[in-house]
T-cell receptor, first 116, second 107 residues
Framework: DGGITQSPKYLFRKEGQNVTLSCEQN?????MYWYRQDPGQGLRLIYY???????QKGDIAEGYSVSREKKESFPLTVTSAQKNPTAFYLC???????????????FGAGSRLTVL | AQSVSQHNHHVILSEAASLELGCNYS??????LFWYVQYPGQHLQLLLK??????LVKGIKGFEAEFIKSKFSFNLRKPSVQWSDTAEYFC?????FGAGTRLAVHP
């Protein structure tokens, strides 16, 4: 079945360590996105990529980094500069590229990061 | 900055009750509105969307939403909820999401 695979599902890290969350899609979608979900705050956009080797900052990009070397993959690194990294992270993709906002998002199952 | 506001964070209903979840968005040029739903243990999935045309949009599982331009609103409705509608519902405008509404339906 086509879809988005996020790994790991649960991750524990010590404060000050960088951590990378994996996101792979086999939908042949052009665009990919990372959101952060916190209770009572909904989903907030971290980064998105419309095409390989290109990505744009979302609303809360500080303390995060991404790469898009392959169409299928869009890993997110949570760096030690992120002040409050404990959260649920959702990866999504859309068939259409562009930030016009017409893109219907397909989501992965999410990764829960806890920083101790 | 663009924003999306959902009025109710938690809603509790009995089966067969009617549902209306409020959503307001800030102006941002063209309108691209969505409702997504996250059932327990499942991925977020699209419920319905509105880009243009008939302001009354029908989605899956009997849900519908009405776009009212003058009120910057896109409220979600269902005439008669079922226990299986228990989920978290998110309104979105383009790539901006609201805080979500947790709906619990009791048998």
């Amino acid at each position: 079945d086509g879809g988005i695979t996020q790994s790991p599902k649960y991750l524990f890290r010590k404060e000050g360590q960088n951590v990378t969350l994996s996101c792979e899609q086999n939908l042949n979608h052009d665009a990919m996105y990372w959101y952060r979900q916190d209770p009572g705050q909904g989903l907030r956009l971290i980064y998105y990529s419309q095409i390989v080797n290109d990505f744009q900052k979302g609303d809360i990009a500080e303390g995060y980094s991404v790469s898009r070397e392959k169409k299928e993959s869009f890993p997110l690194t949570v760096t030690s500069a992120q002040k409050n990294p404990t959260a649920f992270y959702l990866c999504a993709s859309s068939r259409d590229r562009g930030a016009s906002g017409t893109n219907v998002l397909t989501f992965g199952a999410g990764s829960r990061l806890t920083v101790l | 900055a663009q924003s999306v506001s959902q009025h109710n964070h938690h809603v509790i209903l009995s089966e067969a009750a009617s549902l209306e979840l409020g959503c307001n968005y800030s102006y941002g040029g063209t309108v691209n509105l969505f409702w997504y739903v996250q059932y327990p243990g499942q991925h977020l999935q699209l419920l319905l969307k509105y880009f243009s045309g008939d302001p009354l949009v029908k989605g899956i599982k009997g849900f519908e939403a009405e776009f009212i331009k003058s009120k910057f609103s896109f409220n979600l409705r269902k005439p008669s909820v079922q226990w299986s509608d228990t989920a978290e519902y998110f309104c979105a405008h383009k790539l901006i999401f609201g805080a979500g509404t947790r709906l619990a339906v009791h048998p």
